[in-house]
């Protein structure tokens, strides 16, 4: 399986992004997805997570009500979308893929539980 995120770039606190991923090698709507990033100096972090079915979701409390994860299956697609921007949001964005049995089931919100990674995509926001 591979993926890889795009959208990234440098922008104002305020400002709104969206990250795409793209997954191909296996049947994207067999392969529930996540985002994490890491900032300088920073281990890697959940940041939001989404089921096969796109069903459930869950993210973490940084982002709730400003990040929303979302994918399209028909387009092998994964999203999110980032507003109301903040300078501590400056990382490098990763995708992640696992294989999952379930349809729906439950958001997996660590590193270890996935099993693909794409190469990252740097959001910087500046102030």
């Known amino acids: 399986v591979q993926v890889e995120e795009s959208g990234g770039g440098l922008v104002q606190a305020g400002d709104s992004l969206r990250l795409s991923c793209a997954a191909s090698?296996?049947?994207?709507?067999?392969?529930?997805m996540g985002w994490f990033r890491q900032a300088p100096g920073k281990e890697r972090e959940f940041v939001a997570g989404?089921?096969?079915?796109?069903?459930?979701?869950d993210d973490a409390d940084s982002v709730k009500g400003r990040f929303t994860i979302s994918r399209d299956n028909a387009k092998n697609t994964m999203y999110l979308q980032m507003n109301s921007l903040k300078p501590e949001d400056t990382a490098v964005y990763y995708c992640?893929?696992?294989?999952?049995?379930?349809?729906?089931?439950?958001?997996?919100?660590?590193?270890?539980?996935?099993?693909?990674w794409g190469q990252g995509t740097q959001v910087t926001v500046s102030s």
């Open positions: 090698g296996r049947i994207f709507s067999s392969l529930a």
């Open positions: 989404i089921t096969r079915s796109g069903g459930r979701t």
């Open positions: 992640a893929a696992r294989k999952a049995s379930s349809y729906s089931g439950t958001v997996v919100t660590t590193t270890s539980g996935y099993e693909y």
